[in-house]
């Protein structure tokens, strides 16, 4: 799961959790498929060896593989999210760490937080969010369906267990 509980001092002490978008293309892959792209790319103009549309079509075939190379590292550039949630007895931080633009936090008590599950209506569907401070911010949009339910079903045992005085 692209999630991960880091537990400090003792479990009813304080929890702080990590989550980021699935990674699924490591360096290596990005150039394993680039370089194939190429060598599949370049099959048709064996046939055309020698002749002069050979330069006509090769600059066409270069900027595909640049409009691959730039579309794939844009993307995992776009994915370079990270969402930290602390909690502790006093204080529920949520800060996320955005690609692009600055970082966003939500702050508030959670004794009075309510962690929400919206099956429909949001952006996704069973959509997760903490409510509270006069605000309701998202948390794990890009997770799966099934890990956003698993995400809600601890994130909600968790904030209650540290929210008890």
Known sequence: MPYRWE??????????LHLWPHQSLSAEGFSIFILSFF???????????????????????????GGIW???RRNNR?????EILTIDHET??????????????????????????????????YYVTLQGSGREVEIGAFLSEDERKTLFAELSDRVRVLARP
Do not use: C
């Not at 537990?7 to 702080?16: I, L, M, N, V």
């Not at 776009?78 to 990270?82: A, H, P, V």
């Open 70 to 72: 730039f579309a794939i």
């Open 39 to 65: 060598l599949l790319a370049l099959i048709p103009f064996f046939g055309l060896i020698g002749t002069v549309l050979l330069w006509g079509l090769l600059p066409f075939m270069l900027l595909a593989v």
């Open 7 to 16: 537990q400090t001092e003792t479990p009813s002490d304080r929890a702080e």
């Open 78 to 82: 776009d994915r370079q999210i990270l």
């Open 92 to 125: 529920l931080r949520l800060v996320r760490h955005n690609p692009r633009g600055p970082d966003q936090d939500w702050e508030g008590n959670p004794y009075w937080v309510k962690v929400a599950m919206h099956e429909r209506g949001g952006p996704v569907p």
